[in-house]
């Protein structure tokens, strides 16, 4: 085992390894009429193809989010439609927190599916939201506000409770932020979730910090299901703080059609059913806390890749 000084110097020399190859490699994944932006917490390409707009991460060219602006509501991106999974156990949502705003592309489903709802979007990154206001269109409203901030940091001060809380949130390399990982934070989430509220939380991970992810948000929500579309490498988690009704045979018994203008989006039943995933952890999967959470090294394949 490492001791806690060798951690942090691989921890140190992995990030300018990964910082190095960023730069080094930038034009790799970018077109000539793309744009590229970097803050503080990303580097994404923009690009677009027709008339769709494309955020993509620069490390690996990884398409994180999309918005077709012939179609603004549509969900270009797969996993986005499974997000709305939530409707299946809170169909009538009063308020929504999402942690992530990439393009926009929830929100503006969202709000014209639930057009009464308030949706709190809160994202770290002041860029992302310049950028999608820019070359998507997206604004805030009063029913679709935007808090740039931490979103663990937003809930520790907040005194509301949600009926969702959508957590989609992803800095460089592709990575969720530690401290959006662990027990703690699950924990802080399900307290902050209304009687019936679901947790909806979009994993993307090599295969053993997705292990790690997935047994942490187990260890917080007994009753849970995991969803994963075809050919994609995005799983959606879906937690409840109580145990009945079992999530995963309401989604897999579900006859009833969502709303209309979710299924007109490309949201469909027949979609989520195909796409709930059995999934055993090996028995060494370690669970995250705050004082153990090493997604450095479980991301580690991903870093050489």
Not at 71 to 96: D, M, N, S
Not at 145 to 150: A, F, L, M, P, Y
Not at 232 to 244: E, M, Y
Request: charge should be negative; proline fraction near 6%.
């Amino acid at each position: 085992m490492m001791n806690l000084r060798q951690r942090l110097l691989r921890f140190i020399f992995c990030s300018i390894f990964v910082v190095l190859s960023i730069t080094s490699s930038s034009g790799a994944w970018a077109g000539e009429s793309d744009e590229i932006f970097e803050s503080a917490y990303n580097y994404i390409i923009v690009d677009r193809q027709g008339s769709i707009v494309s955020f993509r991460r620069l490390e690996n060219g990884t398409n994180v989010s999309a918005i077709d602006l012939n179609q603004p509501t549509f969900q270009v991106i797969p996993y986005t439609r499974l997000l709305f999974a939530a409707a299946l156990f809170k169909g009538h949502p009063h308020k929504v927190l999402s942690i992530g705003l990439g393009a926009g592309a929830f929100n503006r489903l969202f709000n014209v599916a639930y057009p009464t709802t308030e949706l709190t979007t809160v994202e770290i990154d002041p860029m992302i939201e310049s950028v999608a206001e820019k070359l998507t269109g997206f604004y805030p409203s009063p029913t679709n506000k935007v808090s740039i901030e931490d979103g663990r940091r937003f809930l520790m001060h907040s005194q509301e409770r949600w009926d969702w809380i959508v957590v989609d949130a992803y800095v460089r390399n592709s990575q969720t932020p530690p401290h959006l990982t662990t027990v703690e934070f699950f924990e802080l989430a399900r307290r902050h979730l209304t009687e019936d509220g679901v947790l909806v939380v979009n994993i993307v991970a090599p295969q053993a910090l997705f292990y790690s992810q997935l047994a942490t948000l187990r260890h917080v929500f007994q009753n849970n299901v995991i969803l994963e579309p075809p050919n994609h490498s995005n799983k959606v988690f879906l937690g409840s703080a109580h145990n009945t009704p079992d999530m995963t045979s309401t989604i897999t018994r579900a006859e009833a059609s969502l709303q209309p203008i979710l299924m007109k989006n490309g949201v469909r039943i027949e979609d989520i059913r195909k796409s709930v995933l059995r999934v055993s952890l090996p028995p060494e999967t370690i669970i995250l806390t705050d004082d153990f959470a090493p997604t450095e090294f479980l991301g580690e394949d991903w870093n050489r890749n």
